[in-house]
C-alpha cells in the first residue's frame, strides 16, 4: 500500500549526490504485510526502484533509471523499504525515485499498480 507520496523530499546523508536538473526527486512510503508461507516454498516479496516506470502525459516511458545513486544516497538506509521482504512479515519504509516530470504516471507492471502523480502528489 502507498501510504503517502510527495516531492518535498529533503536529503539528510552526507554523501548524498544531487538530482539531475530538471528532474523531481519523489518519496512513496509504502507498507508492506505479506501472506504467511503455507507451502514451504518460501517466496519473498520484491518491491524497490527498479519495480517502477514513468510514462508522460503523451503516453512515452522514460527510459532512463528511476532510481539510481541519488535516490540511495538521500536519506538513510534505514528509511528505504527493504528490497526483499519474506513470508509473514510486515514492513514500512520509503522508495525515492528522481523523475523527469510530476505530469504523467508511475507503473509498475509486476504488481498491475498505476499512479496518477499529479492526483497522488496533491493530496
Known amino acids: 500500500m502507498v501510504d503517502k507520496m510527495t516531492e518535498k523530499v ?10 539531475t536538473k530538471g528532474n523531481a526527486l ?3 512510503e509504502i507498507s508492506v504485510e505479506t501472506e504467511p508461507d503455507s507451502s514451504g516454498a ?5 518491491l524497490s ?17 528511476l ?5 540511495y544516497s538521500c536519506i538513510a538506509e534505514s528509511k528505504l523499504l527493504p528490497d526483499t521482504i519474506g513470508p509473514g512479515t510486515k514492513a514500512k519504509g520509503q522508495i525515492l525515485l528522481e523523475i523527469p516530470s510530476t505530469e504523467g504516471t508511475l507503473l509498475s507492471d509486476d504488481y498491475g ?4 502523480l499529479q492526483s497522488a502528489l496533491e493530496d
Do not use: H, L
Request: aromatic letters at 16%; charged letters at 30%.
Open 10 to 19: 529533503e536529503c539528510t546523508e552526507e554523501w548524498a549526490e544531487p538530482r
Open 49 to 65: 526502484g527498479y519495480s517502477w516506470k514513468f510514462v508522460d502525459d503523451n503516453g512515452v516511458v522514460f527510459n532512463g533509471e
Open 42 to 46: 518460501s517466496d519473498d516479496f520484491y
Open 26 to 28: 519523489i518519496s512513496m
Open 67 to 71: 532510481a539510481n545513486n541519488v535516490t
Open 113 to 116: 499498480v498505476e499512479i496518477d
